[in-house]
């Protein structure tokens, strides 16, 4: 493995750490300011505000032109980002934070796998393979396992 790729799996997986400690704490706030939807907001704005002085302090403001060209999908990631915090924000005090995180780890590789088969919004095309579906009956052995 190159260590681009270990870096890149490092970032990632420090990203699924963040994600798993992320839910337990905003459904705290959420028990605190009374809806899950106010603490998902606020969660937001929490990160809206850390990444934009991440972009200004970079020196990496685009341009009306750069942010006008993007396609119209493009501007969707927020939206679908508040769906997952929202979710989470709801669900982590039914399903503790492991069944959590597999259900998410499930949604993502089933919505994966035909990301990458039809090769959507400009990624490569990957073939579905047994060791994929494999890969993703094994997460959902691991789902109902969480359960039991």
């Not at 260590?3 to 959420?30: D, H, M």
């Not at 972009?55 to 750069?66: E, F, K, S, W, Y």
């Not at 993502?108 to 088969?117: E, G, I, K, P």
Request: hydrophobic residues 65%; positive net charge.
């Amino acid at each position: 493995m190159t260590p681009q790729t270990l870096f890149a799996l490092l970032a990632i997986a420090t990203g699924g750490a963040c994600i798993a400690v992320q839910a337990p704490i905003n459904s705290r706030l959420g028990s605190h300011v009374g809806d899950p939807v106010t603490a998902a907001a606020i969660s937001f704005i929490v990160g809206a505000l850390v990444l934009s002085a991440l972009v200004i302090l970079r020196g990496a403001v685009p341009t009306g032109a750069q942010m006008a060209a993007a396609p119209w999908w493009a501007w969707i990631g927020g939206a679908l980002g508040a769906v997952y915090v929202w979710a989470a924000v709801w669900s982590v005090s039914t399903l503790g934070v492991v069944t959590l995180v597999a259900a998410l780890i499930f949604g993502q590789l089933a919505a994966a796998l035909v990301l990458d088969a039809v090769g959507a919004f400009g990624l490569q095309t990957r073939e579905i393979s047994w060791t994929r579906i494999g890969a993703i009956v094994l997460v959902a052995a691991g789902l109902v396992l969480s359960r039991v």
